[in-house]
Every structure is written in C-alpha cells, then in structure tokens.
C-alpha cells in the first residue's frame, strides 16, 4: 500500500485536479456567455484578450495537467530512469492551480482592469510551473537513446515547454503592440497543443499498441516539418492582424496544419487495425480525437466559401481543435493508461459511447454558433444555450468518470501498468 500511495501521486492528483479544473472552466464559459458584463461581443479588443486568456487557461490548465500527469508516470518506465521527485510535480501542480484561480477571480470580478491585472499573474504563474518541468525534461533528453518507436516527439515537447513559457508570457505583456496577442493564440495551438497531440497519437498508436503507424526512422523529419508549418502559421497570424496576408490564407494554413498531423500517422493503417475484421483493441476517444482531424481542416476552410471570418480576428477552429480533438486524445490516453494499471483486458474496456455522441453533438452546435454569424451578430442565441447545456453535462459526467475511477477504483492498483512491464529491466 505504502508503494502504491508513492507511486500514485505521479499521476492520479494530476488527473484528478485537472478534472476539477476543467469542471471549473467549464462554469466559467457558461457564466461569461450568460452573465457576464464586459459586452465583449460589442468590444472586439476585449473578445481578443478574453480569447487569448480562455486559450491559455484551457490549455495550460486541464490539458498540460493531464499530460503532465501521463509523463511523470510512463517516461521513467520507457527511458528506464529513476520516479521524477513528486516535489516537482507538487510545484507544478501548485503554481498551475493558483495562476486558474488568479484568472478565475480577475474573469469573475467583473472589473475589466482588475481582469487584466489578476491573468497577467496567473499567466505568469502557469508559465512558471511549466518551467518547473525543465529539469524533468533535461533528464529524459539525457537518455533519448531509448526513445524507441516515439523517436524525437518523445523527449523534445519537453524542451519547448521552456520556450512555450517565455513567449506565451511575452504575448500577453506585449498586447498593446497589433498582433501579439493573435501570436500567443497562435503559438498555443499551433506548435504547444499540435506537438503535444502528435507525441500522444505516436505513443498510443506506435509504444503502447505496437502498430507502427509510423515509420521511426521519418521521425526526425516530420517533427522538423511540424516544427516548420507551426512557425510559419504563428507567423502569418500575425501578418494577418497587419493586413498584410488575408484571411483565406491563414485558413487554408491551420487546415495543411491538421492534415499534416493526421497523415503523419498512417491513416490507412490505423482503420485497418480499428476497424472491421483485422480490428485490435484501442482507445477509442484517441481514435475518434484522431479522425476529427480531417474533418475540422474542412471546418477551417469553411469561411472561404461562406463568407463568415469570426469575430476580432478570432479562428474558431482554434477552439474545436483543443475542447475536441485534442482534449479527446489526451483524456483517451489517460483513461488507457489507468486501465493499464488496474490491468484490464484491452478486449473488455468500456468506450462510454454516451460521452463520445454528448461530446460530437456539443461540437456541432458549437461550429454553427461560432460560424454562423446569426448567432453572435443576430443575437439568435438557441444553438449557443444548448451547446452550452449539452457541453457542461458531457463536461461534467467525463470528468466524474475520471475522478471515480481515479480515487475510487474498484480493482486492484498495479505499480507497473500492462505493457510497460516489456521496456523494463527485470531488476526494476
């Protein structure tokens, strides 16, 4: 009992926490559409920063919580060194939690300038928990001769968290300046959230199931080529704030972007193996995160033709990739993982349908509120209220499901999770 208690905290508070954090996120939103009194839809300065700030928070709050939570339990296992010092992930996990709280009072406070003041700390805050993470990464970078079937998506996220930091913070401060704040947005989604969704895809599909949906050998490249296109969609995001590049082309952009992480798995492959007589056991959240890829490309480009550009230079898009597709393979991965080490038959796991149908239809109605300019410019409000209905009981019931099973398991806990067992030495 006492290992287990020791090892637990490795991941198990991290998932549970951020699921009360995004549970709190998710009051959050509903609150700001409803009651909140900043009229942002009339300001277009303030929906940009209230975007930029709500980007931040979802994803350096309950996504990196998950995914940290996912490293500090299987990268000592794969790289074969020594539990990460839980002293770290407190840290981490402290100075995250504070830096939401920050932003949630300043959003809820009501007094724009207080707002402004309160998610600079806590923006701040959150940039400093990821540098928390530094040394951990060092430490995996040390041994990257074991990264095996992830290759470089395995140890090099870590390392761009440190710039993450620096430039989501610099941003924020820079804002008066036209543009940096679409570049903060911009480097969230295109580079921190598209590499950290591609490193998960890699150890699901390639470490954990072994279906070598990736070659390892063109790993290097088409991370260089990851690198490359997200670089260059920060960049144009700014350009187009400038009027120098129009809005079709940061479209078509963010859509090369998610094609480009879906065909970096081989998608042919991955249907054969989920999918009729040659099926094999996986997560399916990760699965259907994965194959929303394609779909939200055409999402993206779907201003060219009705003529619809957003709100304040806002890409809806950004959202329908971090509340679906991403969130959607982080949290598959999550449940996985702990269904490994509770030693469940991957043949008998539950997929929760009912989370995945709630989950898809709140995106739908979510495309059509963000995208038809009725709805926010008309004040035609329906499709908005049951979006936000339907996403807060999703929201809700994933996050009941994760913190029952996290703390209240009903098997027994396993140290070492199925599979992993194989990369380890047997002294270990």
Not at 68 to 81: E, N, Q, R, S
Not at 160 to 166: A, E, F, P, R, Y
Not at 214 to 222: Q, S, Y
Not at 250 to 266: E, H, R, S, T
Request: charged residues 10%; neutral net charge.
């Amino acid at each position: 009992m006492k290992d287990r208690n020791q090892f637990a905290g490795s991941y198990l508070e991290l998932f549970t926490s951020s699921m009360f954090f995004f549970i709190a996120l998710v009051f959050l939103l509903t609150w700001l559409t409803f009651f909140s009194p900043y009229e942002l839809f009339g300001d277009e300065d303030r929906l940009a920063m209230m975007n930029y700030v709500l980007i931040t928070l979802f994803a350096l709050g309950p996504v990196m919580g998950i995914l940290a939570g996912i490293a500090f339990d299987t990268l000592p296992l794969v790289y074969k060194i020594p539990s990460f010092e839980k002293t770290t992930m407190r840290h981490f996990l402290q100075l995250n939690g504070i830096g939401q709280l920050f932003i949630h009072i300043g959003i809820y406070s009501g007094n724009w300038s207080l707002f402004l003041e309160l998610a600079g700390i806590g923006i701040i805050l959150m940039c400093l928990a990821l540098l928390t993470l530094t040394s951990s990464s060092i430490d995996i970078v040390k041994q990257k001769g074991n990264a095996g079937e992830v290759g470089i998506f395995s140890y090099a996220p870590g390392l761009v968290l440190v710039i993450c930091s620096l430039l989501i913070a610099s941003s924020w401060f820079m804002r008066d300046i036209e543009g940096m704040i679409e570049v903060g947005v911009a480097f969230i989604v295109a580079i921190f959230c598209t590499m950290m969704m591609s490193t998960t895809l890699l150890s699901h599909f390639n470490r954990r199931l072994g279906w070598e949906a990736t070659n390892p050998a063109t790993l290097p490249l088409r991370f260089l080529l990851l690198l490359l296109i997200g670089i260059g969609y920060v960049i144009i995001s700014f350009l187009r704030v400038r009027k120098v590049v129009s809005e079709d082309i940061i479209d078509i952009w963010f859509a090369v972007l998610l094609l480009n992480i879906f065909f970096m798995a081989n998608p042919i492959k991955i249907m054969r193996f989920s999918i009729g007589r040659y099926a094999k056991p996986h997560s399916r959240f990760v699965l259907i995160g994965y194959l929303l890829l394609p779909l939200l490309s055409i999402v993206s480009i779907a201003p060219i033709w009705t003529g619809h550009a957003g709100l304040a230079n806002i890409q809806p898009t950004h959202w329908l990739l971090i509340a679906y597709s991403c969130f959607f393979i982080v949290c598959g991965f999550a449940i996985y993982l702990h269904e490994d080490h509770l030693h469940y038959s991957p043949s008998t796991r539950i997929t929760h349908w009912y989370l995945v149908f709630m989950f898809f239809i709140s995106g739908v109605l979510m495309t059509w509120s963000l995208y038809d300019g009725a709805v926010l410019l008309d004040g035609e409000y329906l499709p908005v209220y049951i979006w936000i209905a339907t996403q807060s009981i999703a929201s809700i019931l994933l996050a009941i499901l994760f913190i029952r099973h996290t703390i209240f398991p009903a098997d027994n806990w396993h140290r070492i999770p199925m599979f992993y067992d194989r990369l380890m030495d047997n002294k270990v």
